[in-house]
């Protein structure tokens, strides 16, 4: 059972929810992403997830491509956002996913990628633009090196997508709660319990919902449907801004 699995049966057993906090690598600092791992670690996080930064972030809204464009100002890039989970691996226990689109991965190749990342402490891989269908490769890599391939489903998602899905997860499903970017308001309506409802009849992975999370009102009302929440640009902005994150993400932890 990887790391990120035993995070969720965990919480399940003591009747918790899990958190999980998201942050852009670089922004605006590798350095100072350092620091925001081990403090949002110490805030109550049960699994952190590093944004990759890229030229062309369709999943992501205003607040997230800022943090990106801030990062590769820096000169950040994949190879040195895992030599980054390297080093915070020395201090820091929790689980570390990172969220990339494709074409980073594909140049880096998907073997090599795999691989590397494991040996450097990375534990899950998001890839909002990679699905299932057109996923075999990176999948068979990934289940090889026992690194946990995390696939979305959406309010609009169909009962065989759900299937395709449930069968390419590992450790959990991410559930994006609106149809739209990162940073947009939660909307819990009918269509997002119902689409839930309909994933837990079909799958036992657990679910962690993600987009719109942006307060500890939102995080209590996710943490009542799902398993897990998913916080980003909320936090990203805060870092933005040069404010405390870490009272942030107490306050998230407390809700839920």
């Not at 791992?37 to 607040?63: H, M, S, Y």
Request: net charge neutral; glycine share 6%.
């Amino acid at each position: 059972m990887s790391k990120i699995s035993q995070v969720f049966k965990k919480a399940k057993k003591t009747g918790k929810k899990v958190l999980i906090p998201y942050i852009m690598a670089g922004d605006p600092t590798l350095e100072n992403t350092k620091r925001f791992v081990k403090e949002i670690e110490e805030a109550g996080a049960d699994i952190i997830e590093l944004g990759v930064p890229f030229t062309d972030p369709l999943a992501d809204g205003p607040t997230i491509q800022r943090a990106g464009e801030r990062a590769l100002a820096q000169g950040v890039t994949l190879r040195k956002v895992l030599a980054l989970v390297e080093e915070v691996r020395q201090h820091v226990q929790i689980p570390l996913i990172l969220m990339t689109y494709y074409n980073p991965v594909f140049k880096y190749g998907i073997e090599a990628f795999a691989k590397e990342a494991v040996r450097a402490g990375v534990d899950g891989v998001i890839i909002p633009d990679l699905i299932p269908d057109e996923a075999d490769d990176f999948i068979a890599y990934a289940r090889q090196d026992k690194l946990d391939t995390i696939f979305l489903l959406a309010p609009t998602s169909t009962e065989d997508r759900i299937k395709k899905v449930a069968k390419a997860s590992t450790g959990f499903i991410y559930y994006v709660s609106i149809t739209g970017i990162t940073g947009a308001r939660l909307l819990v309506d009918d269509a997002m319990k119902n689409t839930l409802t309909l994933i837990q009849t079909i799958t036992q992975n657990p679910i962690a919902v993600g987009f719109g999370v942006s307060s500890p009102e939102d995080a209590a009302t996710v943490a009542s449907l799902a398993d897990g929440v998913i916080v980003g640009s909320a936090i990203v902005r805060l870092i933005s801004e040069n404010r405390d994150i870490k009272n942030f993400v107490s306050s998230i932890r407390e809700a839920i």
